[in-house]
């Protein structure tokens, strides 16, 4: 194929700086994605010049063939070009940018003043369960390269997370704030970082970071001299800003440019009056029965008593919201893996960043006011080439919601009837009493002083 080409591939070649004619072919989109497995394409990890260190990591990963967003961004980032990638949740961006990041770290030996306290790789995401996920992979997938890695976010550990990083350590992956609070505190410094990834760019606007963002890449070495990564489900405006500002010329790339949501994503949306939608989502769960799912709601509120209706309904939920200690998260999320727990109630502090294999769907209980956030909860299934289903409730209360999100998407939402077998008799759940919900007590009647008749009529003239 490539003969028949001419030299049309070596002018490219010499253009792009991707040397692999393979790896040229699917970046311009010459190689198509297989029939077997759409979200996959036909380069092969092997045909990649990865280091020797990295392959048993792969091969443990169960990774074969490289999904659309790795093909297009892993031969520009082996050779060192910086990289701001439009890519959905659950498309192997996170294996993308830790390959190539170990690729850089085994092939450029670190300076011998570098000291201990000097990672040679930050990593930036949102969440804590992102940040633990990416430790996770990077866990995996490194295995052989030897290098210390390192987390730090807020909620819990905090001395712990202190004292691994103080000992030395070679990747540091965390959240913005509790890495700034390291930093001031000169328990690290990033002097001598040679890459950088910022992960779910978008989010880190949404949820205020990206003013902590900016101190941190303002402590690095000059882009030129770091191999900077960028990823975001939605490459907006304000996300190209700081691509071009903090990075060394990036190459944009969109692995799915006319697609904002999964291809295997079944959508649909139900019109339920307000009062109807904790009925009609017991009646969903128990027609559908779904394996594992997830229930997105607005408010904390709504959330905590969603959860209550449903265990006194014989429905197995958890709730996970912004205000649940980090062990109690944890250990939800780690019941919702294992199946103790099928159906996980969140608010959207939860929708980005969480991988869990096997979601089978996604409930919009509300639906979002933002339409970034509908593609982001429901990129929670249909992850890595499954199919999965996501279900939306437009109530009277957040149906304005709902052109916004087909406009967003592309494409209208299949309007699906609510039969009366979907709405069954619910169980009322008791009230939760309140802490400290004690009544106070009366204040007994002050006593009066009893007048004094002589003393009264002595004063009297």
């Known amino acids: 194929m490539f003969d028949?080409?001419?030299?049309?591939?070596?002018?490219?070649?010499?253009?792009?700086?991707?040397?692999?004619?393979?790896?040229?072919?699917?970046?311009?989109?010459?190689?198509?994605?297989?029939?077997?497995?759409?979200?996959?394409?036909?380069?092969?990890?092997?045909?990649?010049?990865?280091?020797?260190?990295?392959?048993?990591?792969?091969?443990?990963?169960?990774?074969?063939?490289?999904?659309?967003?790795?093909?297009r961004a892993l031969p520009l980032m082996l050779d060192g070009v910086d990289v701001a990638a439009q890519a959905q949740t659950g498309t192997g961006k996170t294996a993308a940018f830790l390959l190539a990041m170990f690729d850089r770290l085994l092939r450029n030996p670190p300076p011998p003043t570098r000291e201990d306290r000097q990672p040679r790789a930050l990593i930036v995401a949102p969440t804590r369960e992102l940040a633990i996920q990416i430790h996770k992979d990077a866990d995996l997938l490194g295995q052989d390269t030897g290098f210390r890695l390192a987390l730090a976010y807020g909620g819990t550990d905090y001395e712990k997370q202190r004292h691994i990083i103080s000992e030395g350590v070679d990747v540091l992956i965390g959240t913005p704030g509790r890495l700034i609070d390291y930093l001031k505190q000169h328990v690290y410094n990033l002097r001598m970082v040679e890459v950088a990834v910022l992960d779910e760019a978008d989010r880190m606007f949404d949820l205020g970071f990206i003013s902590d963002v900016r101190y941190l890449i303002r402590r690095m070495p000059p882009p030129e001299r770091r191999l900077s990564m960028l990823f975001s489900a939605t490459l907006s405006l304000r996300v190209n800003e700081l691509a071009y500002e903090h990075m060394n010329n990036p190459v944009s790339i969109n692995a799915a440019p006319d697609k904002k949501t999964a291809d295997r994503v079944r959508q649909s949306v139900y019109h339920p009056a307000q009062f109807e939608k904790p009925s009609l989502l017991l009646g969903l769960i128990r027609k559908l029965q779904p394996s594992r799912s997830m229930v997105f709601v607005n408010t904390k509120h709504v959330a905590s008593r969603l959860e209550e209706t449903l265990i006194a309904n014989q429905v197995d939920a958890g709730l996970l919201s912004g205000d649940v200690p980090q062990r109690k998260r944890q250990r939800l999320l780690e019941c919702f893996r294992n199946g103790q727990l099928k159906v996980l109630i969140a608010t959207?502090?939860?929708?980005?960043?969480?991988?869990?294999?096997d979601v089978s769907h996604v409930f919009n209980y509300d639906l979002p006011q933002q339409a970034e956030d509908y593609v982001h909860r429901i990129g929670r299934t249909a992850r890595a080439g499954q199919s999965g289903e996501a279900i939306s409730f437009a109530c009277e209360e957040y149906a304005f919601s709902l052109p916004e999100i087909e406009d967003f998407v592309g494409r209208k939402l299949t309007h699906a009837p609510i039969s009366e077998d979907l709405l069954p008799e619910l169980t009322v759940a008791p009230r939760r009493p309140r802490k400290n919900a004690q009544r106070p007590q009366k204040r007994p009647p002050r006593k009066r002083r009893p007048r004094d008749r002589a003393t009264k009529e002595t004063l009297t003239p």
């Not at 029939?35 to 045909?47: G, M, V």
């Not at 959207?348 to 294999?357: F, N």
């Open 4 to 71: 028949a080409l001419g030299e049309a591939p070596r002018c490219l070649s010499a253009v792009t700086g991707i040397e692999n004619f393979e790896c040229l072919a699917v970046f311009f989109g010459i190689l198509t994605p297989m029939e077997t497995n759409s979200h996959l394409t036909e380069l092969h990890f092997n045909s990649l010049p990865l280091h020797d260190l990295l392959r048993k990591g792969v091969d443990d990963a169960g990774f074969e063939f490289c999904t659309a967003v790795q093909a």
């Open 348 to 357: 959207d502090v939860a929708a980005r960043g969480l991988h869990i294999d």
